[in-house]
């Protein structure tokens, strides 16, 4: 996995997974280019790694070509960034459904196809890795539009590797089960509700941020040179429990 050279593109680098994600990169060689919504976590990132920032909110969508388009070209992309609430189907708000989907699904299709467009009319073999959930194909009480964003992401993976496959374009997903984010701990800071999900997970603990970044390095990696399509559990083994 050779970084030098290699030009990234990672949203949600402010906290979580995303900064996760950029410091490995940076430290392993490559540049990187970190879009989050907080100006103070940026300036954080880029006192640690040097990393160039882009300040946006992604549930803004018809901002995002603004912002990012300056940044480009990139060689590689992560779509990372998400944001979830936590309300009972019934009780479910028609705006934050369609916030957390905006966020969720609908930015990383947008930021995609700015990406993407650049490479095909480059020739560029690049490579995208969204970052999913298991909750893509689980129910899971009081997370409505969660799971349906996440679902819909896996979805548009799969379409998204057939159709730039044959341009040497290969997108994949990670679909971590919970992960010790500031997300993950206010989902699943009750015991009542964690303890329940963390037996059933054979390895017996949620995840580290940096498990999921290792995950996400190698699906952007040549050594995954053929893997194109795939949503990848990152789950301790919750999958076939």
């Known amino acids: ?124 073999k690049g490579a995208i890795v969204n970052v999913s959930s298991d909750a893509a194909r689980r129910g899971v009480v009081n997370h409505t539009a969660y799971c349906a964003s996440k679902a819909a992401l896996d979805a548009m993976t799969r379409v998204m590797a057939a159709e730039l496959g044959p341009s040497g374009i290969r997108v994949n997903c990670v679909n971590p089960t919970v992960t010790l984010t500031p997300m993950g701990e206010l989902a699943w800071s009750d015991p009542a509700k964690a303890d329940p999900v963390k037996a059933r997970i054979p390895l017996g603990r949620f995840l580290d941020p940096d498990e999921v970044a290792e995950a996400i390095l190698f699906l952007l990696s040549d050594g995954a040179s053929m893997v194109n399509g795939v949503s990848l559990p990152v789950d301790g083994g919750l999958a076939v429990s």
Do not use: H, Y
């Open 1 to 124: 996995m050779d970084w030098n050279g290699r030009r990234v593109l990672v949203t949600g680098a402010g906290k979580g997974i995303g900064r996760a994600t950029a410091v490995m990169l940076a430290r392993r060689g490559a540049k990187v280019v970190a879009l989050s919504r907080s100006a103070d976590d940026l300036a954080g990132l880029a006192a640690e790694i040097a990393c160039e920032t882009i300040s946006a909110d992604l549930a803004e969508i018809g901002a995002i070509e603004a912002a990012v388009r300056p940044a480009l070209p990139v060689d590689l992309l992560v779509n990372c960034a998400g944001t979830t609430t936590l309300q009972s189907f019934v009780t479910s708000d028609l705006a934050e459904f369609n916030r957390v989907m905006n966020v969720n699904s609908v930015a990383p299709m947008v930021l995609s196809q700015i990406v993407v467009r650049d490479w095909l009319a480059r020739g560029i």
